[in-house]
């Protein structure tokens, strides 16, 4: 894909973060008593660098609450003034853009119903033009990772360079999570993207509260940049995501077990040891990749012998046996089976591409 998106200096416009940044503060702005009671207790926790609080909430069904509006900003002014935390909230259009930089808002979001749509992220990228503001970017609703990347591009095309991804899950039909984490989605933007900074939602992924920490201790162990995490003075009784935010208390709990995992190791023997077995693994991929060679020969000969005798390149009988007997030995030998199902049938897939060009020569 080859993306080009220049970014100022990692999280540098936040402060000295040496530690990953965290972003907390309720689903919604409520009341002016909820949004400063849950922010001084953040803020006495030590451990929170920015208050979040959607003030127009994208809900998925009407008569629902959809945020308090503008009426919020006078409470988040007193956040930033009186607690002492930068704010941020959630854009979804131009007019949301105007409002949030005329109350001050210190650090704007694109929600993921928003960033699937280029028309919309296109009409908050023209309102940020000659603005320097900070902008974070959720994933799209569903996993399209080139959507995300366009959103960084039209930012960026905007003159926005104080940029940060944010990875909320994506919709699915697979209900384990609210939405589905795909962790391979997050890991494709850091590599197609690596300056941007890469914080994880685990609200948002999990939908439900007891799955936030693992969430949260997955994304540190991949090597996140950072959290946002939803919390609420009173979880109970939010007038949205209720099910899944945090008391502060049991957020700051959340914290304190966190184990922050280093990019590397300087110990010399943890380099020793790693080398070693990544030079088994290396030589095993070599294998890997030569047996697959010696595979697909194996599939053009057949397809020869098949097309020589009219016979069809699909036979459901056989490729039945073939799922079924390679699933059962990786169940027999621990790896996942639902893992052996996906690599067979992207093989079976090949093979069937390679015999497909000789029936058509
Ligand atoms: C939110 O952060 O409260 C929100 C609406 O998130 P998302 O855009 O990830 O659904
Ligand atoms: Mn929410």
């Not at 990953?20 to 009671?37: K, N």
């Not at 309102?127 to 399209?144: C, E, S, T, W």
């Amino acid at each position: 894909m080859n993306a080009q998106v220049r970014v100022t200096d990692a999280l540098e416009w936040l402060g000295d973060l040496d530690q990953p940044l965290i972003i907390s503060g309720p689903c919604s702005a409520e009341s002016e008593e909820q949004v400063l009671t849950t922010a001084q207790k953040l803020k006495d926790s030590g451990k929170v660098h920015a208050y979040r609080a959607g003030v127009w909430k994208p809900r998925t069904r009407p008569n629902s609450f959809e945020g308090i509006g503008e009426k919020a900003f006078p409470w988040l002014k007193r956040v930033k003034q009186e607690v002492g935390l930068p704010v941020t909230i959630e854009v979804a259009n131009a007019k949301h853009v105007e409002l949030a930089l005329e109350n001050d808002i210190d650090i704007l979001w694109i929600g993921a119903r928003t960033t699937v749509n280029p028309f919309s992220v296109q009409e908050i990228a023209d309102a940020l033009k000659g603005v320097d503001v900070p902008v974070m970017i959720k994933n799209p609703i569903n996993p399209d990772l080139a959507l995300w990347i366009g959103a960084f591009e039209r930012l960026n095309q905007a003159g926005i360079e104080k940029l940060v991804a944010i990875h909320r899950g994506f919709s699915s039909v697979n209900k384990e999570f609210r939405n589905a984490p795909n962790w391979e989605i997050p890991i494709e933007l850091k590599t197609e993207l690596p300056n941007v900074p890469l914080i994880c939602d685990p609200s948002h992924i999990a939908g439900i509260r007891n799955k936030v920490a693992l969430i949260a201790q997955k994304s540190m162990d991949l090597n996140f940049d950072g959290l946002m995490i939803e919390s609420h003075i009173n979880p109970d009784v939010a007038l949205s995501d209720s099910q899944q935010q945090l008391s502060p208390d049991v957020l700051v709990e959340l914290l304190n077990e966190l184990k922050v995992r280093n990019q590397t190791s300087s110990c010399s023997e943890f380099q020793l040891n790693l080398e070693k077995l990544r030079s088994e693994i290396d030589v095993l991929d070599s294998e890997m990749i030569k047996i697959l060679a010696h595979r697909f020969q194996l599939s053009e000969k057949i397809g020869d012998f098949k097309k020589d005798n009219n016979v069809s390149i699909f036979q459901l009988e056989r490729w039945k046996q073939i799922l079924q007997s390679r699933v059962d030995q990786a169940t027999k030998q621990d790896i996942s089976p639902a893992f052996v199902e996906s690599m067979i049938k992207l093989i079976h897939d090949e093979s069937i591409k390679i015999q497909t060009q000789i029936f058509q020569k």
